[in-house]
Structures are given as C-alpha cells and as structure tokens.
C-alpha cells in the first residue's frame, strides 16, 4: 500500500503543481462570479447615474398608471403638472441636459399609444418599448375600465393563469420543484463533464507511461493493479480538489458574497430565496457518491483504453465508445429530469454506467425513492468491481504491448489470461 | 559455488504463435558478470521480463534469489530496460526520489543518494531541470542512477551504452567493474560483441528463442579455438580464397581468416607462400566473441536460418 501511496502522491503533486491546473481551478469561479456580479454591477451603477426624465400628462388619468409602470422598469421620473412653471421650464432643462428626456402624453396617447420623447438624444432599444407598454397598458386599462366586460378582458390579455393541482402526496410547492430541476440539470452536467475530464486525464496519464516507456521501468519494481490503481487514485484526488475549490467557492458566494451585495442592490432577490436554489445536504452528499462511484468507473476504463493504444491519435478513436456511455446519458437527462417518474427514467438510471448522472438528476429533481437510488448504488459498486477486473487485465497486458492495437478477440484473451 | 542469483529451469514463453523463449536454463551466478547474447528478437528480453516477473513463464520455473520473483525479491534488482523511460515533465531529482521510494527507499535516504551520484556523473547543476530538457546522453545517465539507487544486489543492464558516447561509455563500464568488485551480480544483455568480450566472465548466447552456447567466456573461447587464423603479410591476397575458408577478414597488417569446422590450416599456408606472398606471422589463434557468436547464431549455424543477423538496433 505504502507503494501505491507513493504513485499517487506522484501523479498528485505533479498536476496540482502544473500552470493549466492552478489557472483552471482558480479561473473558473472567478469567471463565474464575474458573470454574476458584473452586470449586477453594472446595473446598479447605471441607475444611479441615470438621469431623471420627465413626464408631461395633458390627458389628467394616465400619469398615475404611467409613472408607477416606468418607475418598476428602473426610469427615475420627474412629473411636471400642465400649466405650471415647471412646464414652462421644462424646455431650458432639456437643452441644459439636467433632464435625459421627457415624455408628452396627450390625447394621441389615450387614443393610440402615441407617445413624444424629447431629449437631447432617443432613449435606447430597451427602454424605448419599457415606455410604450408603460404607456399602452396604461391607456388599455383606462379604456377596459368604462366598459362592463373590463376586468375580464384585462385578466385575459394578462395570459390567464394556469393552477395545478396534483393528486399524488407530493405537496412541494413549485418554488421547490423548480430548485430540484435547477439541481438536477446542473448536477447531472457537472458530472458529465468532470467525469470526461478526469477520465480523459487517467487515459492520458496511463498513455505517456506506455508511449513513454516508463511502465517497464515502473513494472519491474510495482504490480500492474499498484500502477493503474495509483494513476486512478492520483488524479481522482486532483478532481477532488478542485470540486472542493469550486464547490466551496459556490458556497462561499452564497454565503458571503450575494448577501454583501444585496444593500447596493435592492432589486435583487434576497439571499434566502437565493439559497433555497441550493440543493438539500442529502441531495449534495448523492451528489458525491455519485461523482466517486462514476469516476472509478469510468477511470478503470479509461485507464484500459489508454493501455490498449500506442499513440494519441489512436487514444482519440479508441476512446469513442467510452465516452459515448457518457454521453448517452446526458442526452436523455432532460425528458428524465423533466418526468423523474417516467419507464424511460426508471429503467435508464439504473444502469450502473448511466446511473452516476441519471439517478442523480432523478434524486435531485425528487422523483426517485430512496431504495432506488441504493440498488443503483449497489449496482454501481458490482459494476465497479467488475470493470476494474477486467480493466486491469487489459491494462497488465496492454500496457508493456508496443505497435498494433489489439483486435476483439485478442483482448478477450488477454482479459482471459492476463 | 555460492547460491545462483537467478535460475531458469526449462523455461518456454509463447505470444500467440510465436514462440519467444523455448526449454531455456540459464543459471547466473551470485557476484558474477554475466552476458546474455543474441541478435535482436532471439528473446533476450522477453527473458529478463520474466526473470523481473513481468512476465510469467508458460511453463517451466523461473528462481530469483532462490525464491518467486515476488516484490521483496524484486526490489533488490536493478533493471535497466532496453527502451528508456522517464517521466518527461518531473524535475531530474524528484524523479530519482521518486524510483527509489517505489523500491522502498526512505525519500531522505534517497535524496542523499541520489545527489552524490548526481555529482559522480557530472550532473549535478541539473538536478532541478526537467528531464525533457536534457539531452538523451544526460537522460540515459540519469536512467542508471535511477537503476542503482537502491543498491541492489543484481543489476540487469539491457543494452546499457547504447547512446552514449566513448567517454561516458567508458565511465560507465567503470562503474559496472565497482559494482562487481563490491559484489552485485550483473547480467548484461547486449549485441555489442566487444563490449561483452571485455566485461562478462560468463556468458549465455541465445538464438531463435533457444540456448545455444552457455559457458565461461574463457573456456568457451578454448573449446571454440580451432579454426582461426591470423595472418599478417605483404603481397599478393589471391591465396585467401580457398575450399577450407569460411569467410576471411582484412585486419590492419593483414588478414583474419576463419576455417570451416575441423579443417587444416596447411593448406592455406602452402598456397600463401606458393603465391608468394611474404608472411610476418602465421597464429592460430582464439575466436573472438564476434566470431563464435556469428558462428553459432548467424544464418549459416542452423538449418532452419532465417533470423537476420546483428540487425540494426
């Protein structure tokens, strides 16, 4: 063991210490949290900077229903009453820039939605319908409110509303499902990727020993299972680590960073509604189980693939039917996490080398039972087992086979007689 | 005689059809320098793989230290492979550490080691380079260190100065004789003929995966001495070609001639004269190891001749 120990302290060190992995690592939630707070930021800043506009009603009724519409779209409005010395200003602070523009609502506005912006330039694309629906709408409601069928009319032109009722125990409000399904979907892609990445990562590692004729050097002094198991078990680390960065960077931003915001930004949703797209602790630890079952797995393939070949280009085509059992899932997980109940889901998830993604997209998005996800969990332990044994015959044979990749039957014999 | 450090009892290997060593014993033993010749794909290492326990045998018994070639055994041999290897990306001294821990070195133990023979190679400033960034002489160098920093008590150099050049070549058979002097067993894989002739006290040649001669170089070269003749002479050559000539070899003052089996030299000598070539000096003399190799491995030593000769490395 004190061998293997030695393996994969190796394969650790050597990655954790390389440029791309510090960069990746450390990267990734930066950018993330750059992508997040930036345009909040951004947001922010520009609303305090924004100048007022004003709003001129000549009609009487529909600066009321106006200037609380524009006022919900982010516009800091100034109303000027008709016939005041404020309107006869108005004209001076435009030209001065005081004012960014102002709005003329008349008759035309009540009768058709026409509307005059003043300024010293147009407002822009966005902001230009905000000021149109602010003012339709308002004038639609106006006009709906003389007649008997208004409110009616109103609710329809609203898009109605759609009320769900189930008939299963199942009482989690929509809020939650919609969490589940964030999770899931999420989840159940992250693992996609990691999986691919790690994976690739031990083929690779298990190649430049072969290609570098490093295994016969290593061969002579450690078992074939030591080596493959030390490369397995290296870089899993390495993925540990950085899942840990990653997902305590997560937590972190939740933590600390959303809630340190919320003061600048009023308009965002507090942090407590902001957590409860945070997956439960059970949910979290499958997670993990999934990713640790899964990564074994699909590694002791990998690991065989990468003993099998002779060059990189011949690791690239090799690898395709290991990376398509990867794939499958992730092509599925939609209508699954979508109808976490359905046959399709069921049957797929318990699947030992589609379960790590599908069952947990599954226990993630509430539709599976516990006892389900533990037969997927022993399934994926035998199929663990059973992959790893193979694999590493292949491997012990493989890996010291220089030249032509083996044919079908010729890896049958090795997994026969290695 | 003291216990052999490794024997193999009728030993065979097979790939699929080819058949890699056949019905081979070999017994090495402790504290000599031994050679194991043949041309390449004779199954030279397939051999050492097994004896490594890299390989098993199909059938018959491979002994290392009088035991299985099981981990703790394994760890008191050196191997240098035929094909190199080294992590490309490691720092030059990690990498040693590294080879020697695996073999159950401490890191601390093989840290010290590792910079004294660092510093005997001349290689010390590279100790933090990686080893991608070293010349493959350099590599090869920090390959043997790699080989011999756990003191191992049986050294197996596959091809061991392939690469190097005649000043390093020299330095390490110098290290080689250390190792012997303090005892360590060294088996030698080789096709360089002369390089063996100077350092193996024994050797074993083998051929199409089977043992041809297997002896002490010095009564092999005995049992194997009729039929060589040296010549040095002036004058007309024609007389070289005659019926009792195997193949003859212009040497520097003349030539070196060497007789089919069990043949006189007499004649040879009569038609020199009548020639009328003028003789300094007529030896029968010791086969090289070149020639008894050549002689027994080459494509004339068995019917079924087939294998190329002293093919290109």
Same mark, same amino acid.
């Given at each position: 063991?004190?061998?293997?120990?030695?393996?994969?302290?190796?394969?650790?060190?050597?990655?954790?210490? $390389?440029?791309? =992995?510090?960069?990746?690592?450390?990267?990734?939630?930066?950018?993330?949290?750059?992508?997040?707070?930036?345009?909040?930021?951004?947001?922010? #800043?520009?609303?305090?900077?924004?100048?007022?506009?004003?709003?001129?009603?000549?009609?009487?009724?529909?600066?009321?229903?106006?200037?609380?519409?524009?006022?919900?779209?982010?516009?800091?409005?100034?109303?000027?009453?008709?016939? $005041?010395?404020?309107?006869?200003?108005?004209?001076?602070?435009?030209?001065?820039?005081?004012?960014?523009?102002?709005?003329?609502?008349?008759?035309?506005?009540?009768? #058709?939605?026409?509307?005059?912006?003043?300024?010293?330039?147009?407002?822009?694309?966005?902001?230009?319908?905000?000021?149109?629906?602010?003012?339709?709408?308002?004038?639609?409601?106006?006009?709906?409110?003389?007649?008997?069928?208004?409110?009616?009319?109103?609710?329809?032109?609203?898009?109605?509303?759609?009320?769900?009722?189930?008939?299963?125990?199942?009482?989690?409000?929509?809020?939650?499902?919609?969490?589940?399904?964030?999770?899931? =979907?999420?989840?159940?892609?992250? @693992?996609?990727?990691?999986?691919?990445?790690?994976?690739?990562?031990?083929?690779?590692?298990?190649?430049?020993?072969?290609?570098?004729?490093?295994?016969?050097?290593?061969?002579?002094?450690?078992?074939?299972?030591?080596?493959?198991?030390?490369?397995?078990?290296?870089?899993?680390?390495?993925?540990?680590?950085?899942?840990?960065?990653?997902?305590?960077?997560?937590?972190?931003?939740?933590?600390?960073?959303?809630?340190?915001?919320?003061?600048?930004?009023?308009?965002?949703?507090?942090?407590?509604?902001?957590?409860?797209? @945070?997956?439960?602790?059970?949910?979290?630890?499958?997670?993990?189980?999934?990713?640790?079952?899964?990564?074994?797995?699909?590694?002791?393939?990998?690991?065989?693939?990468?003993?099998?070949?002779?060059?990189?280009?011949?690791?690239?085509?090799?690898?395709?039917?290991?990376?398509?059992?990867?794939?499958?899932?992730?092509?599925?997980?939609?209508?699954?996490?979508?109808?976490?109940?359905?046959?399709?889901?069921?049957?797929?998830?318990?699947?030992?080398?589609?379960?790590?993604?599908?069952?947990?997209?599954?226990?993630?998005?509430?539709?599976?039972?516990?006892?389900?996800?533990?037969?997927?969990?022993?399934?994926?332990?035998?199929?663990?087992?059973?992959?790893?044994?193979?694999?590493?015959?292949?491997?012990?044979?493989?890996?010291?086979?220089?030249?032509?990749?083996?044919? @079908?039957?010729?890896?049958?014999?090795?997994?026969?007689?290695? | +005689?003291?216990?052999?450090?490794?024997?193999?009892?009728?030993?065979?290997?097979?790939?699929?059809?080819?058949?890699?060593?056949?019905? %081979?014993? *070999?017994?090495?033993?402790?504290?000599?320098?031994?050679?194991?010749?043949?041309?390449?794909?004779?199954?030279?290492?397939?051999?050492?793989?097994?004896?490594?326990?890299?390989?098993?045998?199909?059938?018959?018994?491979?002994?290392?230290?009088?035991?299985?070639?099981?981990?703790?055994?394994?760890?008191?041999?050196?191997? %240098?492979?035929?094909?190199?290897?080294?992590?490309?990306? +490691?720092?030059? %001294?990690?990498?040693?550490?590294?080879?020697?821990?695996?073999?159950?070195?401490?890191?601390?133990?093989?840290?010290?080691?590792?910079?004294?023979?660092?510093?005997?190679?001349?290689?010390?400033?590279?100790?933090?380079?990686?080893?991608?960034?070293?010349?493959?002489? +350099?590599?090869?160098?920090?390959?043997?260190?790699?080989?011999?920093?756990?003191?191992?008590?049986?050294?197996?150099?596959?091809?061991?100065?392939?690469?190097?050049?005649?000043?390093?070549?020299?330095?390490?058979?110098?290290?080689?004789?250390?190792?012997?002097?303090?005892?360590?067993?060294?088996?030698?894989?080789?096709?360089? +003929?002369?390089?063996?002739?100077?350092?193996?006290?024994?050797?074993?040649?083998?051929?199409?995966?089977?043992?041809?001669?297997?002896?002490?170089?010095?009564?092999?070269?005995?049992?194997?001495?009729?039929?060589?003749?040296?010549?040095?002479?002036?004058?007309?050559?024609?007389?070289?070609?005659?019926?009792?000539? *195997?193949?003859?070899?212009?040497?520097?003052?003349?030539?070196?001639?060497?007789?089919?089996?069990?043949?006189?030299?007499?004649?040879? %000598?009569?038609?020199?004269?009548?020639?009328?070539?003028?003789?300094?000096?007529?030896?029968?003399?010791?086969?090289?190891?070149?020639?008894?190799?050549?002689?027994?491995?080459?494509?004339?030593?068995?019917?079924?001749?087939?294998?190329?000769?002293?093919?290109?490395?």
């Amino acid at each position: 063991m004190r061998t293997v120990f030695v393996i994969v302290a190796r394969e650790y060190l050597q990655r954790v210490r $390389t440029k791309s =992995f510090i960069i990746s690592t450390i990267a990734a939630p930066i950018l993330m949290l750059a992508l997040l707070l930036i345009p909040a930021w951004m947001g922010a #800043r520009s609303a305090i900077s924004e100048r007022e506009i004003a709003v001129l009603d000549r009609t009487g009724v529909l600066a009321d229903g106006v200037i609380p519409r524009l006022e919900s779209a982010g516009f800091r409005i100034e109303r000027i009453e008709p016939g $005041t010395a404020a309107e006869d200003s108005l004209e001076i602070r435009l030209e001065e820039k005081d004012l960014a523009g102002a709005l003329y609502l008349d008759q035309a506005s009540l009768d #058709r939605g026409h509307v005059l912006w003043r300024g010293d330039e147009g407002p822009s694309t966005l902001r230009g319908i905000s000021i149109q629906q602010a003012v339709t709408g308002t004038a639609l409601t106006n006009l709906l409110g003389t007649t008997e069928q208004g409110p009616a009319i109103a609710a329809l032109l609203a898009g109605g509303e759609l009320e769900i009722q189930t008939l299963s125990e199942d009482d989690r409000d929509s809020m939650d499902r919609a969490a589940g399904m964030a999770a899931a =979907f999420i989840g159940a892609f992250f @693992l996609y990727m990691v999986l691919l990445i790690y994976g690739t990562m031990v083929l690779r590692a298990v190649l430049e020993e072969k290609t570098g004729r490093i295994a016969e050097v290593m061969l002579s002094s450690v078992r074939p299972w030591q080596l493959m198991l030390g490369k397995v078990m290296g870089v899993g680390a390495v993925g540990l680590t950085q899942l840990g960065v990653w997902i305590g960077s997560i937590l972190l931003l939740f933590g600390l960073g959303i809630p340190a915001m919320i003061p600048f930004l009023p308009e965002i949703p507090m942090a407590d509604q902001i957590n409860q797209f @945070l997956p439960e602790l059970g949910v979290f630890a499958f997670f993990v189980v999934c990713f640790l079952l899964g990564y074994f797995l699909y590694a002791s393939l990998f690991a065989a693939v990468g003993a099998m070949c002779s060059s990189e280009e011949e690791a690239q085509q090799m690898q395709v039917p290991v990376v398509m059992l990867v794939v499958v899932p992730i092509v599925f997980v939609m209508p699954i996490i979508e109808d976490p109940g359905s046959t399709l889901a069921v049957v797929l998830s318990q699947i030992p080398f589609f379960a790590p993604i599908l069952m947990f997209a599954r226990v993630a998005a509430g539709g599976a039972a516990v006892w389900e996800a533990a037969i997927s969990v022993v399934g994926m332990v035998l199929a663990l087992f059973a992959t790893a044994w193979v694999a590493g015959r292949i491997y012990r044979v493989g890996i010291l086979m220089q030249g032509k990749r083996p044919t @079908l039957p010729e890896l049958w014999r090795w997994v026969r007689e290695g | +005689m003291p216990q052999a450090a490794v024997r193999l009892e009728r030993v065979t290997k097979e790939f699929g059809s080819l058949r890699a060593v056949s019905e %081979l014993d *070999l017994e090495i033993p402790s504290g000599s320098i031994y050679g194991l010749l043949g041309p390449n794909g004779s199954g030279k290492t397939t051999t050492i793989r097994m004896i490594m326990g890299i390989l098993g045998p199909d059938t018959g018994k491979v002994i290392l230290f009088g035991g299985d070639p099981g981990e703790t055994r394994r760890r008191k041999v050196g191997y %240098l492979p035929e094909e190199r290897g080294l992590y490309k990306k +490691m720092k030059v %001294l990690e990498q040693l550490i590294f080879l020697a821990r695996i073999r159950g070195v401490d890191g601390r133990e093989a840290s010290d080691r590792a910079k004294e023979w660092l510093e005997r190679l001349g290689l010390a400033d590279r100790a933090e380079k990686k080893v991608e960034d070293l010349s493959k002489g +350099m590599q090869q160098k920090i390959q043997f260190i790699g080989t011999v920093l756990h003191e191992p008590e049986l050294l197996i150099l596959d091809e061991p100065f392939s690469g190097l050049d005649p000043i390093n070549q020299d330095l390490l058979e110098q290290i080689v004789k250390e190792f012997h002097a303090k005892g360590t067993t060294i088996l030698f894989s080789t096709h360089l +003929m002369d390089q063996a002739e100077r350092l193996c006290e024994r050797v074993c040649l083998i051929s199409r995966s089977k043992k041809v001669l297997d002896g002490e170089l010095r009564a092999l070269k005995r049992a194997e001495s009729d039929g060589i003749v040296a010549v040095d002479f002036e004058g007309s050559d024609r007389w070289v070609h005659g019926p009792e000539v *195997l193949r003859a070899q212009p040497v520097e003052g003349g030539v070196r001639i060497e007789l089919h089996k069990g043949a006189d030299p007499q004649p040879l %000598l009569e038609r020199a004269v009548a020639a009328g070539a003028r003789i300094t000096r007529f030896q029968v003399v010791e086969p090289r190891l070149h020639e008894i190799f050549v002689r027994h491995a080459g494509p004339g030593a068995a019917a079924d001749a087939g294998t190329p000769l002293l093919a290109q490395n």
